[in-house]
């Protein structure tokens, strides 16, 4: 029951955090401000959590492997959907966050040679149709509350290295604890960015922001990131992927409810029919049978 909740508490809290970054991102902030306090407020805050958790000696190879897994993991990741989101609308990032198990799936077959069954490869087709409608709707308006063809782009580009970190690191990652693996994550990210956006962010953060600004900024950093990373961790460790990503689809929802409400986001029928074709396509390759599931099979005959 606690994993279950832990599930549905961080995907609810990305799905705030769309519509709520997005408006930070227009009063006030901008992409590049937002993800170097998301990415510099988070290995503050993991840093700090760490010292009181269970010490883990890491090694210097290990600790050089973190910064790799940092480029794809969050680097470019955040920059990916936080700059997307601050060119798009709050609904498209949303909806385009589903498609990253259909990503997986794709690196998953040629990294570690998951086979390819044929509800994999139709559901591949239909989200990225989904994500293609999304895509061209957003060419047609160039419109922030319609979508942006850029941002959505971004957003894909998001999932792809999200997809590529979980296939290239996850093993990797399972050796130590959720404060050991995002304390050094976060801290090589805040390294990686320092140079190219600390000067902006610094220059950005010299004028007065209006309250709700901070407020929302505050709530991307330390629930969008800090407690959402710690949610969805310890949920990973008790529910099946299967039960993980269903809990995805929670993200639009709530996005879409709040966007629409406070007037950042306009919900279009074309947007439904992405919702539809994106959640069956990555609903098709979750309920797949995985290359152990088909292993395991053939050896009970």
């Known amino acids: 029951m606690i994993a279950h909740l832990s599930m549905l508490g961080a995907c609810a809290i990305w799905g705030l955090m769309a519509p709520l970054g997005k408006d930070a991102m227009t009063h006030g902030l901008d992409g590049v401000s937002m993800v170097m306090l998301r990415v510099s407020g988070g290995a503050l805050l993991f840093w700090i959590a760490s010292l ?23 680097v470019t990741n955040q920059c990916g959907y936080t700059l997307g989101l601050s060119l798009t609308s709050p609904i498209n990032a949303s909806i385009v966050t589903t498609s990253m198990p259909i990503f997986a799936m794709i690196l998953a077959a040629i990294i570690l040679k998951e086979p390819l069954t044929s509800k994999k490869v139709i559901g591949v087709l239909l989200g990225c149709s989904g994500a293609l409608m999304l895509i061209l709707t957003s060419a047609a308006h160039h419109d922030g509350k319609v979508g942006d063809i850029r ?91 299967t039960v993980v990503s269903v809990y995805n689809y929670v993200q639009p929802i709530v996005a879409v409810t709040v966007s629409v409400a406070a007037g950042i986001g306009v919900m279009k029928w074309t947007h439904a029919l992405a919702v539809i074709l994106v959640f069956t396509g990555v609903g098709l390759v979750i309920k797949s049978r995985s290359r152990r599931d088909i292993e395991a099979g053939n050896s009970k005959r």
């Open 151 to 241: 941002g959505d782009l971004l957003c894909l580009m998001a999932q792809f290295s999200y997809a590529l970190y979980l296939s290239l690191f996850n093993k990797f990652i399972k050796k130590y604890n959720v404060f050991t693996v995002n304390k050094w994550m976060f801290l090589w990210a805040t390294i990686i960015l320092a140079p190219f956006a600390g000067p902006h962010t610094v220059s950005m953060l010299s004028h007065p922001l209006p309250t709700a600004t901070i407020l929302e900024a505050a709530y991307v950093v330390a629930f969008g990131t800090f407690i959402g990373y710690i949610l969805i961790v310890n949920a990973q460790k008790v529910l099946r992927p």
């Open 52 to 74: 009181f958790g269970p010490r883990e000696h890491v090694p210097l190879k290990d600790v050089l492997t973190f910064a790799g897994a940092a480029v794809f993991g969050i």
